[in-house]
């Protein structure tokens, strides 16, 4: 949970605002009620904080009673029961994939309004893999070490924040 937490807040922490124009989707696999998916909305959230253990609250209470349809649990904190590929539906339908070994990000040509996807500690399963190259997903790397999730989406928003509006 601590891994998925982290990144959201790096997707949604600015210093000292948020980042309205982020949307954040943490699938959740392990038990006890798999698979589970919390939706953050960065132009509605209220409650957001940047330290972990209130966030954790926030997913905790979206994870109650969750049903294969989405229900509202916080301002702008979403929860449901959805497998990856029905998450990859609320948002898309242009996806980047981050992953060592994919075209390094400085050199690809990014398409606007895209969804991005990263795998937590380990990687996404091959059949998450094939998911995604059948939706196209543009596959980049941001450097040539394993970070973690967190990092890895600081040195993303750093090179989209760089890029030409």
Do not use: C, W
């Not at 990144?7 to 948020?18: E, S």
């Not at 509605?44 to 940047?50: A, E, I």
């Amino acid at each position: 949970m601590d891994i998925l937490l982290n990144a959201a807040n790096a997707a949604l922490h600015l210093a000292h605002d948020l980042r309205r124009d982020v949307e954040v989707g943490l699938l959740l696999l392990g038990p006890p009620n798999p698979p589970r998916f919390v939706r953050f909305e960065g132009f509605r959230l209220r409650n957001y904080q940047p330290d972990i253990r209130s966030n954790a609250a926030l997913v905790r209470r979206a994870l109650v009673d969750a049903y294969r349809i989405e229900r509202e649990s916080s301002p702008g904190v979403f929860g449901s029961q959805t497998d990856f590929e029905e998450a990859l539906d609320r948002f898309g339908p242009v996806f980047v994939y981050a992953k060592e070994g994919g075209k390094d990000i400085r050199q690809a040509s990014l398409p606007a309004d895209a969804t991005f996807v990263f795998s937590d500690n380990q990687d996404l399963m091959a059949a998450e893999e094939r998911v995604l190259t059948e939706r196209g997903a543009l596959v980049v790397g941001l450097g040539p070490l394993a970070l973690h999730t967190d990092h890895a989406i600081a040195i993303l928003q750093n090179e989209l924040d760089r890029r030409p509006v």
